[in-house]
């Protein structure tokens, strides 16, 4: 296991508060952009206390799928099917003023590259109190509003949560740190305690000591809370240590999802091929005698995808039938649900 192992292990067990106990329920979603379908009939489900990790290989849908699912699309991005519940409430049907409501409350979202996103002529304490501002309700204030000392003294207790020295709310951000950077986002997303956090490759950008930092704090506060959160990433060996639950996308398919036992090297280490080719390329752990060995060829392209099951081309396993027809998801016995003809 890598620099991350041990994360979980750090964080002492608190009681876990359940809100909106219904959690995040995608069911069938297909995001187009024009022609190109980049995420098709993609199904999971977020409860509160959960951590899905969704991984894949660049291009394969994980921020399409997550932005659908927020009603967060950028133009030309479309839903074209399928539905999102959260709290059992049913996003694709609310109008603008109800999303603006979930976005504010429910769901705090840090988008891929959110590190350059801080606006530079704020600081970091005007950018708390500019989102506390924004919901004074979910804020806590009162219909006077917040005062300057209770905005500053909210933004104190707000970083102090992330590790941040309260001496950078004064800060611009390009006095700071790639870290403080990250931490700071996280301290906004956190600002309104929201039941829903999704983190779109929160920390790619980070070097390994940081990002363990930066992990441990985060599952520390989520175990406190109990919030759920999506988290997507390309390193599936961190989310064996963080996720609770996993789902395998492949060029906008969803390939695998189950708890993360199933994706262990003693739960079965994966059922689908693919997921299988990600574990046998990450870097042994220490100790471990193992050589990395990269899955061949190229990820598919969802603009062309291929015929069948779209993983076909680089599959071991492949027979004939795989070429013709798309598997669809269905349980195995390891405990999580597979996309394959072949595995059992
Ligand atoms: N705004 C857009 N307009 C058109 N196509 C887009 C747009 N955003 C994404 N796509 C396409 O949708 C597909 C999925 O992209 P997406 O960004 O969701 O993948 P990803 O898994 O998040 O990749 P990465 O790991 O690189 O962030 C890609 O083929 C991409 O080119
Ligand atoms: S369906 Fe066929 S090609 Fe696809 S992963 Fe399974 S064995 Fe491989
Ligand atoms: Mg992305």
């Known amino acids: 296991m890598r620099e991350a192992a041990g994360v979980r292990a750090l964080v002492e067990p608190r009681l876990i508060e359940p809100r909106l106990a219904e ?109 506390l501002r924004a919901h004074p309700e979910r804020a806590g204030a009162s219909s006077g509003g917040l005062s300057r000392a209770a905005i500053r003294a909210r933004a104190v207790a707000l970083v102090g949560r992330v590790g941040l020295d309260p001496v950078h709310l004064d800060a611009y951000p390009h006095a700071l740190s790639g870290g403080m950077r990250q931490r700071a986002t996280l301290a906004l997303a956190l600002a309104l305690d929201p039941p829903l956090l999704v983190l779109d490759e929160p920390t790619t950008a980070l070097d390994v000591v940081v990002e363990r930092e930066i992990l441990r704090r985060l599952l520390a506060l989520q175990e406190a809370s109990g919030f759920a959160m999506v988290f997507i990433t390309h390193d599936l060996a961190l989310l064996l240590e963080l996720a609770t639950h996993i789902g395998v996308l492949y060029a906008g398919r969803l390939v695998e999802h189950g708890p993360v036992r199933a994706f262990h090297p003693d ?78």
């Not at 024009?34 to 899905?52: H, N």
């Not at 099917?81 to 409350?105: F, I, Q, Y």
């Not at 193992?290 to 081309?313: E, L, T």
């Open 23 to 131: 959690g995040l329920v995608v069911e069938g979603l297909s995001v187009a952009y024009g022609a190109v379908r980049a995420v098709d009939d993609v199904s999971f489900t977020v409860r509160p206390g959960e951590i899905l990790g969704l991984v894949g290989e660049s291009g394969s849908g994980k921020s399409t799928a997550v932005l659908g699912a927020m009603r967060l699309l950028p133009p030309p991005g479309a839903i074209v099917g399928g539905s999102v519940h959260l709290g059992g409430a049913d996003l694709l049907a609310m109008d603008a003023a109800a999303l603006r409501k979930v976005w504010g409350e429910q769901v705090a979202l840090v988008p891929q590259g959110a590190l350059s996103a801080l606006n530079p002529v704020l600081t970091l304490g005007e950018h708390v109190a500019e989102t």
């Open 267 to 344: 739960g079965g280490g994966g059922r689908h091929p693919y997921t299988r080719g990600l574990l046998a390329a990450l870097p042994p752990a220490p100790g471990e005698d193992r050589v990395p060995i990269s899955i061949p060829g190229h990820a598919a392209s969802v603009a062309a995808p291929p015929s069948g099951c779209r993983f076909h081309p680089r599959c071991a396993l492949a027979t004939a039938p795989c070429a013709a027809v798309a598997p669809s998801l269905s349980p195995r016995a390891s405990g999580s649900a597979v996309a394959c003809h072949e595995v059992p």
